[in-house]
């Protein structure tokens, strides 16, 4: 059975690298003009540079072929997941569509699978997530990633089809606690480039993504994930990778807010967008993430972070 993958983005293209080993593999992009360029190049230099394309996947910018697999892993930007599933929704009724964006969307405050379910209730469902940093993927590194999919068999289905040698599927049935998992982990991941931009040290950076896993559970928890997902890949797993790693552009976005720098825009920081609708959530809820609401106001320049550490470090004292 071919798969295909709608985004030629970094994420995209290292998937499309791994799964070739299993089979065709179609990778859409929207611009023809890059598309061109990867089919001529064997290449797609402007996104994943120094990895060639195996010879089974077709890069393509006709939708229509894109669309025609029954299994079609989504890897755009999470703000830009509503816009294609509202887009292509007759035509990706009856799929398995396997999200692999982290993120919440901030217009409607939903997760990648809840998205799918409002606009395109006739598909199913999935989410990989995991940590995974697209390079390593490429480069045919080991990886172990969550597959959540609500519907068991469905899951399984897709665990034998997207797993490799080299990269390693567990599976879970659920969905949300995994994908709050993913989104998340780059809010503190934000956080964490911040106190090590403003140079408050690695003591301080292991606080933060405790009390930021802490966060993450209780809200997860409060939409149904489960505890023992968060404690999984899909969250402590990626939390770590992505606070302690320079490959992380979250990271990297917070390293430099702290160091008081701007940060270059054209580059996807999915945790911007959504530290925003997780602070939005929180309030709305009445769940305490003290952390997610300082990353939004950092990333809106509401608040310094001299102001934002010290806000952190004077909440009332409280029980671990
Ligand atoms: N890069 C990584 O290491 C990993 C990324 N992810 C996730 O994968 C998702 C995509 O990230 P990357 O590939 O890294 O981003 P990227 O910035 O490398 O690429 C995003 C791609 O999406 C395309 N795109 C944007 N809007 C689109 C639209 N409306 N329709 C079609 N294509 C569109 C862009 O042209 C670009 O090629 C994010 O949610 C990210 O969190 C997950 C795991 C690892
Ligand atoms: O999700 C990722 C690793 O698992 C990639 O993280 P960044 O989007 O911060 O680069």
Redesign the pocket.
Same mark, same amino acid.
């Given at each position: 059975m071919s798969i295909s993958i709608?985004?030629? *983005?970094?994420?995209?293209? $290292?998937l499309a690298v791994a799964l070739a080993q299993n089979g065709p593999v179609t990778l859409?992009?929207?611009?023809a003009d890059?598309v061109r360029e990867m089919q001529k190049t064997g290449r797609n230099s402007?996104?994943?540079a120094g990895v060639a394309l195996p010879e089974n996947v077709s890069v393509t910018a006709e939708i229509g072929r894109a669309l025609a697999p029954d299994v079609i892993l989504l890897?755009?930007?999470?703000?830009?997941?509503a816009?294609?599933l509202e887009?292509h929704r007759t035509a990706l009724a009856g799929k398995l569509l396997v999200s692999?964006?982290?993120?919440i969307d901030l217009a409607t405050l939903r997760g990648p699978t809840a998205l799918i379910e409002e606009i395109c209730p006739k598909a199913t469902p999935a989410i990989l997530? *995991?940590p995974?940093?697209? $390079?390593?993927?490429a480069r045919g590194l080991p990886t172990a990633l969550t597959l959540a999919c609500a519907n068991g068999e469905a899951g399984s289905a897709l665990q034998a089809q997207l797993s490799t040698p080299v990269l390693r599927l567990y599976r879970s049935t659920d969905p949300k606690g995994a994908e709050l998992g993913?989104a998340l982990k780059?809010v503190i991941a934000i956080a964490a480039g911040v106190v090590i931009g403003a140079g408050l040290g690695d003591s301080a950076r292991a606080a933060l993504i405790t009390r930021g896993f802490a966060e993450m559970t209780r809200l997860a928890e409060r939409f149904g994930g489960k505890a023992e997902t968060l404690a999984g890949l899909s969250g402590l797993g990626?939390l770590v990778l992505t606070c302690t790693s320079e490959?992380?552009?979250n990271f990297r976005f917070g390293a430099t807010l702290g160091r008081g720098e701007i940060f270059d825009p054209?580059?996807?920081v999915?945790g911007a967008a959504t530290a925003k609708a997780v602070s939005a959530i929180a309030l709305k809820h009445a769940i305490e993430m003290p952390i997610a609401h300082m990353v939004s106001a950092l990333v809106d320049q509401k608040i310094t972070v001299d102001a934002a550490v010290s806000a952190l470090m004077s909440r009332p004292l409280k029980e671990e």
């Open positions: 709608i985004g030629a *983005g970094a994420f995209g293209t $290292a859409w992009a929207r611009d890059h402007q996104r994943l890897a755009i930007p999470m703000q830009q997941t816009g294609f887009q692999c964006s982290k993120g997530t *995991g995974s940093f697209a $390079a390593d993927i993913g780059n990626d490959q992380s552009r054209s580059i996807t999915e």
